[in-house]
């Protein structure tokens, strides 16, 4: 991607890059031990590898996305931070091109939601980050949780991300897969970012939103940005905005065993669905 791609990416994910210091506080609450290599999933700018970088002192960050057009902005951001220990590869988060037990620490901020559209999804993921992690290694799960959203705006922003293209999944779904793929949950801890876009920006995001799934990935059928705003756009003015990412929650866990084969899951979950 030029010079200017990337510009117009800077432009709008200003109130992202920084998200009211949560990327950092999280990272501040994994257990340092010096010298590790840490993995992150989904890394889009890079944002979550730069801040493990920083406080982990780790020997290597690698971060991964699906999207060529953010590998090369978290390329950009690591050699505006002068990165030494961050690399970034364009990769499926479903197929690793790594050893087993190569990471000491897998993370994954906001980026579980792009990656995973239903519970079967989910579990294969959960699964992937077990074959890659050695015994006892860390998984840092950040995201939005549906039972978190208290304000009608904090609600609105969950349902315009589905609506665009989004899986969320509650609490319970996700200790529940962690559980069942190997992991004990150590911590869950919930942060706010303050985040309340006014309705022009809100505009703007929706925008973004929808232009980035063919920027990204090419996709010709995304939803037009035009008919979303149009659709939600008297219920955002009514609530004099809209509060995206206004609250994350956090997970640690440790691998505590191997998952197991991840199709069990698949059939019992889809007998789960109703016909
Ligand atoms: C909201 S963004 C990432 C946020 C980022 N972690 C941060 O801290 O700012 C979610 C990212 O997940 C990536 N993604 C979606 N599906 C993926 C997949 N199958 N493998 C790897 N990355 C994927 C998207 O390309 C996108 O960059």
Not at 129 to 152: C, K
Not at 188 to 205: H, Q, R, S, W
Request: proline share 5%.
């Amino acid at each position: 991607m030029g010079e200017r791609g990337l510009r117009v990416i800077r432009e709008f994910q200003s109130y992202y890059d920084d998200l009211n210091g949560v990327r950092r506080a999280i990272a501040h609450r994994i257990p340092v031990v010096p010298g590790q290599r840490w993995l992150d999933i989904g890394t889009g700018d890079g944002w979550f590898a730069l801040e493990i970088e920083q406080v982990l002192a780790p020997r290597v960050v690698v971060g991964i996305d699906l999207a060529r057009c953010e590998v090369e902005l978290a390329r950009q951001h690591a050699r505006d931070s002068s990165s030494r220990l961050s690399t970034f590869v364009q990769m499926d988060a479903y197929r690793l091109g790594f050893p087993s037990g190569i990471f000491d620490g897998v993370g994954t901020f906001l980026a579980l939601q792009d990656i995973c559209l239903d519970l079967p999804s989910m579990y294969r993921l959960f699964g992937e980050i077990n074959r890659v992690l050695r015994p006892g290694g860390w998984f840092v799960l950040a995201t939005t949780t549906p039972e978190d959203a208290e304000t009608p705006s904090q609600k609105l922003a969950l349902e315009i991300y589905q609506y665009i293209r989004a899986g969320f999944f509650t609490k319970t779904e996700i200790r529940e897969a962690l559980e069942r793929m190997g992991f004990q949950v150590e911590h869950l801890e919930f942060y706010p970012t303050g985040v309340n876009l006014d309705p022009e920006e809100a505009k703007a995001f929706i925008q973004f939103e929808c232009d980035w799934l063919e920027r990204a990935y090419g996709w010709r059928n995304k939803p037009d940005w035009r008919m979303v705003w149009a659709r939600f756009e008297p219920r955002i003015r009514a609530l004099g905005g809209l509060e995206v990412d206004a609250k994350v929650t956090f997970f640690l866990a440790r691998k505590v065993r191997m998952a197991n084969p991840v199709s069990e899951f698949i059939v019992e979950l889809s007998q789960e669905v109703p016909a």
